[in-house]
């Protein structure tokens, strides 16, 4: 009925319909793997257009972290360099309270209550040994929040170089808090003075370590001349 032909499908060589239909799909097939169809990546000019606009895209992930990196220091440079004692520092107008011992030297930073810049304990125990100098407070309090600075933001060289400018200003005011009469007295007084107030604020090993985290990241930097303290007072000041 539909035709015969020889060695063709079907019973006694007969063609049926369905098997024209599976060979018109199975050519189909054929048709699209042999490229007449191909997908647009498949294309050469795709490529050539495509490849400038990977790269781009490429490029600025990989910088995303640098650019971060960047805007942080730029942030924490700004931070350290706005960070002043004042004189309700000095005179203890917001002593903070006693903190509890455990929690004081739990982490770096410790506890600052009074959100000051300056540790608690470090902060009392200043007032505690100069209650009737306003003049060493100020210099050691300074110094001491220049030192906390130096142990919890310094993350690169841009940071360090700006801590430790502010850490020289500090070193600097102590300095003027003792008479130069006798030079050897002097210098003898300003190292005590200094020492007590490192020993405050690095005084367990961890904050001895980020310290020296702090210093791998050494380099120039220009040293202060003037301003030194960020309270002055009168030069007879006790």
């Not at 024209?20 to 795709?46: C, D, T, V």
């Not at 700006?162 to 009469?181: K, L, M, P, V």
């Amino acid at each position: 009925m539909w035709g015969k032909r020889k060695g063709g499908e079907g019973a006694g060589g007969t063609i049926h319909p369905m098997g024209i239909f599976r060979k018109n799909a199975e050519n189909q097939g054929e048709s699209l793997i042999s490229g007449k169809h191909r997908p647009i990546y498949r294309k050469w000019w795709f490529w050539v257009l495509a490849t400038p606009l990977i790269l781009f895209i490429a490029l600025v992930i990989y910088r995303i972290p640098a650019v971060a990196e960047k805007e942080r220091t730029e942030q924490v440079v700004a931070q350290i360099h706005a960070q002043k004692l004042t004189i309700n520092d000095v005179n203890g107008e917001h002593l903070p309270p006693p903190p509890d011992p455990a929690q004081a030297d739990a982490t770096i930073e410790g506890i600052d209550a009074n959100a000051n810049g300056i540790r608690d304990d470090v902060e009392l125990a200043i007032f505690k040994k100069y209650p009737n100098s306003a003049k060493i407070r100020a210099a050691e309090l300074q110094y001491a929040k220049e030192l906390q600075t130096m142990i919890t933001l310094v993350f690169n060289s841009e940071t360090w170089k700006a801590a430790a400018f502010q850490n020289s200003r500090g070193f600097a005011c102590i300095s003027q808090t003792s008479s130069r009469e006798n030079l050897k007295e002097h210098l003898k007084v300003v190292d005590e003075r200094v020492k007590e107030t490192h020993d405050l604020v690095v005084n367990t090993k961890t904050r001895k370590n980020a310290e020296d985290s702090a210093y791998s990241f050494t380099t120039s930097f220009g040293l202060a001349n003037k301003d030194f303290c960020d309270v002055t007072l009168d030069e007879h000041a006790s």
